[in-house]
């Protein structure tokens, strides 16, 4: 009796050994590949809303931004949160809109601020890791034409630059913030903004 249930065990294993080998092997490969294979950098062309949120410290001196390096510099943190529209074409360009609203951490006489922006990228994509990278140029003022820029009468206002991860064939993709460097403009000063964090998702349109 002992025997014969041993080999009813092994009998039922090596069945469902078979049934896995047969059905569930191929069905992940299968999966694998959809999930991760065929996206390339021209397969991201199109329209993406996006949505997001992170912190920084922004400072001031008697109201106007400063290097957060100078003595007489006024640190402020700031929580903020963005919507935005972007656009992206085969070769890897984008155009975003986007409208950011940032609140004080503490107690200041600043208000909250709500400010839009323009920002036109350029962005490199490895198929093999679903892993990119995008270079922004920020502006005050400005429009999108597509995934270009329409750049009349805008300001330069910041550089920066994120990386992103791809999933969902290419239909979603998740972006953090690596640099944000402010430039000299009438909207935006040297080394006014520091310890920024900043991650978004974006989904197809």
Known sequence: MMRLMKLRIATGLGLLLFMAAMFGGPIRVSQAQ?????VTLASLAGKFAARGGGF??????AGALISCS???????????????????????NSCEVSTSTSVPVFGTKLTTLVFT???????TFDPTT??????????HGGSCIGAA???TGATLTTKTSDIFIVSD????????AT?????TSAFSAPGSIKGVAFSATYIRQ
């Open 70 to 92: 100078s003595v007489s510099a006024t640190p402020v943190p700031f929580n903020f949160i963005k919507v935005s529209h972007t656009t992206r074409d085969a070769d890897g």
């Open 117 to 123: 922006v323009t920002k036109v990228g350029t962005s």
């Open 56 to 61: 920084s410290t922004v400072c001031f001196n």
């Open 179 to 183: 640099s944000f460097t402010p430039v």
């Open 130 to 139: 679903g892993q990119g990278t995008t270079s922004f140029n920020e502006y």
């Open 34 to 38: 959809d999930d991760q294979g065929g």
């Open 149 to 151: 820029g329409d750049l």
């Open 169 to 176: 064939s290419g239909n979603r993709f998740e972006s953090i």
